[in-house]
């Protein structure tokens, strides 16, 4: 089905779509939000400005500014939501950019409390830490922030100019979902059409090998039309973050990315490099043995994302998804399944698919209400593993927000996607259990393979050494052209899959289908969350129930620890490379079970 076949936003089954009026009732109560946060932020300024100096008055004023911060949380996600489900409605994009604009206007008015409490000593912040130890979180990044901290007129500015800094990311989103037109491509002598989202959800995936290649050949042709464009758009987000850097006595534009993650640079390296070293003779196994089940002249880049055994793809209904996820997050006990299950019954979840819905999937928590969760269904098992990752985040979202004040709810980048990956640890632990026979044992293993370890530790980390190399250039004085990322994509691609898989042309435009470029350095963290992920399961497997209850503990903490500190509550440790090594281990042993096995259904 095409993007122009898809049913607009206002056909689709409305029981399918999430419920947002527990955000805001309707425009009106909208309205009147915007109205409240910009007289709260007045009273704000004229309250607090210049007089943060008592541990008593920051206290309070901590308070007023998380009401401030609640609500305009409501306020953002009642404008981006409903934009990403249609990004083809007029109304809906102008109601984003008045969020947007509101943001930046509210954030430069209130940019004066946090500079003001950067420029105060330890002594004082530890004082108001003593007085309201809920704030312990929000403190700490106070703590961290102070390195880079300018004066406050500054910070007002470069609040102020947020919705500027978000052009790049804008004018990636609409190239490719409102200027790019993929026209159709020719497979079998048949005409199929072809989109953004068409490719990323359906056709990579594709078990008929000429339409995966050809849609693959189609997909690229447009997208190489457009590099220049992107490459011009990712170069001005990138000089900004450098700029941004420089100005806050950072020397490279890495460490400045890497600061309110509280890591290192030894520890984002060590991510990369490991991975990069350690997992691809791993993948390249896995692939290779791909190739050989279905015969193929040779692994492409194309052929990457295929199932193990297409012919035996099950076809998943939402109700049988809805199943499988209760039965699966069974082993977490009784409150955490029922959570999960709100999700569905309480219209957490977007799920149809409609012209012009952003393509993947995201958790949004607004604070005091609940998450939600966008994705497009499609009755598959990759589907399931999608659905089961974001309500994951809902797990960690719901206890953090039970357990913490909005300034301290929120997971630090390093750990947020561990309750996500955990989850779908659960599902391949599930499917493995009740699997009745080798085929689908291997199935299920393949899926985790697939889905879990190869999103995360493989295409989000590859995204990860991209970037690396990127901002080092930037670092650098140099600057890059389209022509420079795609040899910096190919080169990256080529040191982790080496011979085993033969990268086509337009593989090196991989750099151009990802948002998370726009985010700083987000993409290693799917590795960093997975790493953690995978040894609190495996001691969920071991001990049972004492390990059940750190993980729980573990999601309830949001931002009240740092990292490493996070992670040991779930009895991890992140601060050398033996947690990390140690699920690389696990995936092999993996992929060797899925040779085994396949040697086994051979000879049935």
Not at 310 to 339: C, F, H, R, V
Not at 356 to 376: C, F, I, N, Q
Not at 487 to 494: F, G, M, S
Not at 578 to 585: C, Q
């Amino acid at each position: 089905m095409s993007e122009t076949e898809l049913p607009k936003r206002e056909a689709v089954d409305p029981k399918l779509t999430w419920d947002l009026t527990p955000i805001f009732h309707d425009d009106f109560a909208y309205g009147e939000a915007v109205k409240q946060v910009r007289a709260l932020t007045k009273d704000f300024v004229r309250m607090y400005q210049g007089k943060l100096t008592e541990p008593a008055v920051i206290v309070d004023a901590l308070a007023d500014y998380g009401t401030i911060v609640a609500l305009d949380s409501k306020i953002a996600h009642w404008g981006f939501m409903p934009y990403s489900t249609d990004t083809t409605d007029p109304k809906l994009r102008e109601r984003q950019a008045q969020v947007t604009a509101l943001g930046g206007e509210i954030g430069g008015q209130l940019s004066f409390f946090q500079a003001e409490l950067t420029q105060l000593s330890e002594t004082v912040l530890d004082a108001v830490v003593d007085k309201a130890p809920d704030y312990a979180g929000f403190i700490r990044q106070i703590k961290v922030a102070k390195k880079g901290a300018l004066p406050p007129a500054a910070e007002k500015v470069l609040a102020e100019l947020s919705p500027v800094f978000q052009a790049p990311s804008n004018i990636r989103d609409q190239t490719i979902f409102g200027d790019m037109d993929f026209g159709t491509f020719t497979a079998h002598g048949k005409t199929y059409p072809l989109s953004f989202v068409m490719y990323e959800e359906n056709y990579q995936k594709h078990p008929d090998t000429e339409i995966r290649r050809a849609a693959y050949a189609q997909f690229n042709k447009t997208l190489r039309r457009y590099e220049n464009t992107m490459a011009a758009g990712y170069l001005a987000q990138v000089t900004r973050e450098k700029i941004t850097a420089t100005m806050r006595g950072y020397d490279s534009v890495i460490d400045y990315l890497l600061a309110d993650q509280e890591i290192n640079r030894e520890m984002f390296n060590r991510q990369i490099d490991v991975i990069m070293h350690d997992l691809a003779h791993v993948m390249r196994k896995y692939v290779t043995h791909v190739k050989t089940l279905w015969g193929l002249d040779h692994i492409g880049y194309t052929d990457l994302q295929i199932d193990i055994d297409p012919s035996y793809a099950p076809t998943i209904t939402l109700a049988q998804a809805q199943e499988m996820i209760k039965n699966a997050t069974a082993l977490m006990g009784k409150d955490y399944q029922d959570q999960m299950m709100q999700a569905f019954s309480d219209h957490w979840i977007d799920f149809p698919a409609n012209q012009g819905k952003d393509s993947g999937a995201y958790t949004a928590g607004p604070y005091g209400v609940h998450p939600y969760v966008e994705m497009t269904w499609s009755n598959t098992l990759p589907a399931v593993y999608t659905l089961i990752h974001e309500l994951g985040h809902t797990a960690q979202m719901v206890r953090s927000q039970q357990a913490h004040n909005v300034l301290d709810a929120d997971f630090n980048d390093y750990l947020v996607e561990s309750p996500s990956t955990f989850n779908e640890l659960l599902l391949t632990h599930y499917l493995e259990e009740t699997a009745k026979d080798p085929r689908m044992k291997r199935f299920a293993l393949s899926r985790l393979l697939n889905d879990t370890y190869f999103h995360n530790f493989v295409t989000h980390l590859l995204e990860a050494a991209f970037q690396r190399e990127v901002y080092t250039l930037i670092d650098k004085g140099e600057s890059f052209d389209a022509a420079r990322l795609d040899a910096i994509t190919r080169k990256v691609l080529t040191d982790f899959w080496g011979p085993a898989v033969e990268l086509e042309e337009g593989a090196e435009l991989t750099w151009m289908r990802q948002s998370h470029y726009y985010m700083g350095l987000y993409s290693y963290s799917y590795s960093a969350g997975l790493t953690v992920a995978t040894q609190a399961f495996q001691a969920i497997e071991q001990q049972g129930q004492p390990a059940v209850d750190r993980w729980l503990r573990y999601l309830s903490l949001g931002d009240s620890l740092d990292p490493a500190a996070a992670a040991r509550v779930a009895g991890v440790d992140v601060t050398t490379d033996v947690a990390l090594k140690h699920a690389i281990s696990f995936l092999g042993d993996t992929v060797d079970e899925v040779v085994a096995l396949s040697k086994e259904i051979d000879q049935d």
